[in-house]
């Protein structure tokens, strides 16, 4: 018995197959940043470390809720307090106690994360890094990319094909090999604008200006055509 051909993995001479690659890769503002606060606090015991980095964990939190729906996500990522020893003698006396809050904020209105970034750096042993520029998982440009992918790898079966005087007869296979943005939220120094900031002393800075960095978003795909019998 012969197989049918459309489930032969390389075709045959009267059904043969071309497989090709699609690719597309595409640039778009991006539609969501994020920040990093760290909140630091120092006292020569643990109860006043505590304190102080509880009262300014609250200052941040209640600053970053106060503007409303543009800030779309807000956790906490870690909390330590840790005990500092004195340098010298054998005794393990504690010379001080260091306290950090890591706390991460989402926000999709750029006007406000120029504003909020200088209000929070503007607080006392306050640390902020960021932005980091990112789209959403449902962004309408992943779509897109991958629509740009498919027809690339059609018209590229097209042109083998039509380069052999035959022509597109059935698809045959379409794999997807990723189509999202590589890295939502890379790390300070892996191709994203960053920033970092510590208090300052004098209040009420101007507002800082930032600029999105454009996003690029890729999707490849693999895609087997039959095709009618070449005119070679």
Do not use: C
């Not at 794999?175 to 900031?197: Q, S, V």
């Amino acid at each position: 018995m012969t197989q049918d051909a459309s489930h032969q993995p390389y075709g045959t001479p009267e059904v043969p197959r071309v497989a090709v690659r699609g690719e597309a890769r595409i640039e778009v503002d991006p539609e969501i940043a994020r920040i990093g606060i760290t909140v630091s606090a120092r006292g020569t015991d643990r109860r006043t470390a505590l304190e102080d980095l509880t009262r300014r964990n609250h200052t941040v939190l209640d600053l970053i809720k106060s503007y409303g729906d543009p800030v779309e996500k807000l956790e906490t990522g870690s909390f330590s307090i840790t005990p500092e020893l004195t340098r010298h003698g054998r005794a393990e006396r504690i010379r001080a106690y260091h306290g950090r809050v890591h706390i991460t904020a989402e926000l999709s209105d750029f006007t406000t994360l120029g504003e909020l970034t200088t209000r929070l750096a503007d607080l006392e042993l306050t640390e902020v890094d960021g932005p980091w520029w990112a789209l959403r998982p449902t962004s309408p440009a992943h779509g897109q990319a991958r629509r740009q992918a498919v027809l690339e790898a059609v018209q590229r079966a097209r042109e083998y094909a039509e380069a052999l005087g035959a022509r597109l007869a059935a698809l045959v296979e379409l794999a997807d090999l990723g189509a999202e943005n590589a890295n939502p939220f890379p790390a300070p120094g892996a191709g994203m604008r960053t920033m970092a900031f510590s208090a300052a002393e004098d209040a009420g800075p101007p507002p800082l200006d930032l600029e999105p960095q454009r996003q690029t978003v890729y999707a490849q795909v693999n895609a087997r055509f039959t095709m009618t019998p070449p005119q070679l």
